[in-house]
């Protein structure tokens, strides 16, 4: 059964990762498009350095060449971003990504792309859902080689469109008078290309660790989280670099080292940014986070006078609801954001240019301008913890938490509980937690976000005891 969750649709290779299924999802996507009258504009479809992924990427193209829809194939792993960038710029109603991202390298996936390069919204999801189900094996498709030499394939790579794209947006010449050393981990994805071109093209100085092309990640997610940067921390302070950048496996999402060497995670990351956007390029607006992220962002857009907006996890609804409240940023505090202008979906490749000229053109170092923000606006310590289970538990877990909405007691007097997407209880003291299912992995996430580090874990350990996970 094809299903797609909070990212797209993803699946263990050779398990639900097959040709069959990526056959299914190319039917489905060929004849609601030809339904919708959109057939004629063809499909963008790129790929990352995922193993399968380039395949995977010419199997979706043979089956649209059966419908007789031409299809745009990015014939070198890009970034997921520049597939938007494509959708954006040529206003097609459809692109498509192979990648499953940040998780584990056992998996890969499909992205889709919706007008504007944004995230295909749950809408489009079940309704590509129910087109699937109404699939009929085997599906009919044409040899790649002849649909490429009938015309109906046609491979491009764009990648200097995207990065003239991010150049001209930026600061380059606060860049080149700052002389900045940075250092990248694209964690062996897709990254360097761009954002070391972009870099290089502005005279600052970048070095790479993991670079190359390993379909299995040096053996760990790829994913920009404490754990799995701190080689890229050691590196950043040894090299005296002004900033450390990592992205995940197919540069959505970005995490950050300052120049002391310390991990700033997403939720850093937009306040900083916000906070720039505003005070620097004079943007005026809200901002809209998840449900799991930092709520110090709310009090930086009080301060500016204005609203943060509260949404489930998703990007698909931070990009909706950023087009609805004009916001400024958007974002999660698993990594992705999306600044406004911009193409309306996660970029970790501009991103990171836009931090780059921020230290640029303040001419402050990243851990100073962190600090200020932190102490003036954070005041809490913010936890993510992930727990797995059997799978045929979930069921059990979600009568629980969401239809008899049963709560552990918890140390704090609540104020209000949120059932938007999982179970989010505020406490009186500004603090919350959260308990949601994965929407890509089996896992249990608790996030939480506290005055005191120690409490964060103490509301961490009732919800897994109370729920009777190891």
């Known amino acids: 059964m094809i299903h797609f969750g909070t990212g797209g649709w993803r ?38 350095r995922r193993f399968l992924s380039k395949e995977a990427m010419q199997w979706l193209a043979e089956v649209f060449a059966a419908n007789g829809i031409e299809t745009w194939l990015i014939n070198k792993s890009c970034p997921t971003p520049v597939v938007m960038y494509l959708v954006q710029k040529e206003k097609r109603h459809y692109g498509m990504m192979v990648t499953a991202s940040h998780n584990p390298a056992i ?45 109906l394939v046609h491979e491009i790579y764009p990648i200097n469109d995207y990065i003239d794209f991010i150049l001209g947006d930026i600061d380059g010449e606060a860049i080149r008078d700052a002389h900045l050393r940075l250092a990248l981990d694209p964690m062996y994805g897709v990254s360097e290309t761009a954002i070391k071109t972009i870099m290089i093209t502005c005279r600052a100085e970048v070095e790479t660790i993991h670079g190359g092309h390993d379909a299995l990640f040096g053996g760990h997610m790829p994913a ?24 995940d496996g197919d540069a959505d999402r970005i995490g950050i080292i300052d120049d002391k060497g310390r991990y700033l995670d997403a939720n850093a990351v937009m306040l900083i940014l916000y906070w720039y956007l505003v005070t620097y390029r004079g943007l005026k607006g809200p901002v809209v986070r998840n449900l799991c992220t930092t ?32 916001a400024v940023i958007g974002g999660e505090s698993s990594g992705g954001m999306a600044i406004t202008g911009r193409t309306r979906g996660k970029d970790g490749v501009y991103a990171a240019a836009l931090l780059v000229e921020m230290i640029a053109r303040t001419g402050r170092k990243i851990s100073e301008i962190y600090d200020d923000l932190w102490n003036q606006y954070g005041h809490s310590v913010f936890m993510a ?51 949601r299912f994965s929407g890509t992995e089996p896992l249990l996430r608790i996030f939480c976000e506290l005055p005191e580090g120690e409490d964060t874990a103490e509301v961490s350990r009732i919800w897994r005891d109370f729920l009777g996970i190891a």
Request: proline letters at 3%; charged letters at 30%.
């Open 107 to 151: 998996y890969n996936g499909i992205k889709v792309f919706t007008s504007g390069g944004r995230d295909a919204d749950v809408t489009v999801t079940r309704n590509i859902e129910r087109y699937a189900e109404a699939v009929k094996t085997p599906v009919a498709y044409m040899e790649y080689r002849e649909a490429l030499a009938k015309g």
């Open 385 to 435: 913890d992930n727990y797995s289970f059997r799978p045929e538990l979930k069921d059990a877990f979600m009568h629980r938490i969401m239809t008899e909405k049963q709560l552990p007691e918890l140390p704090y007097e609540t104020d209000h509980v949120s059932y938007m997407d999982g179970c989010k209880v505020y406490f009186k003291n500004g603090g919350w937690v959260s308990v």
């Open 295 to 326: 709520h110090a962002l709310d009090r930086l857009a009080e301060s500016f006078g204005e609203k943060c907006y509260e949404v489930p996890v998703g990007f698909k609804w931070v990009s909706a609801e950023m087009e609805r409240t004009h």
């Open 11 to 48: 699946a263990v290779i050779g398990d639900g990762f097959t040709r069959e299924n990526l056959q299914i999802i190319a039917q489905a996507m060929s004849r609601k498009m030809k339904d919708e009258l959109c057939a004629d504009e063809g499909m963008m479809i790129g790929y990352d």
């Open 224 to 247: 920009p989280e404490k754990m799995l940067m701190q080689e890229l921390s050691a590196f950043v302070t040894m090299r005296g670099c002004d900033l450390g950048i990592a992205t």
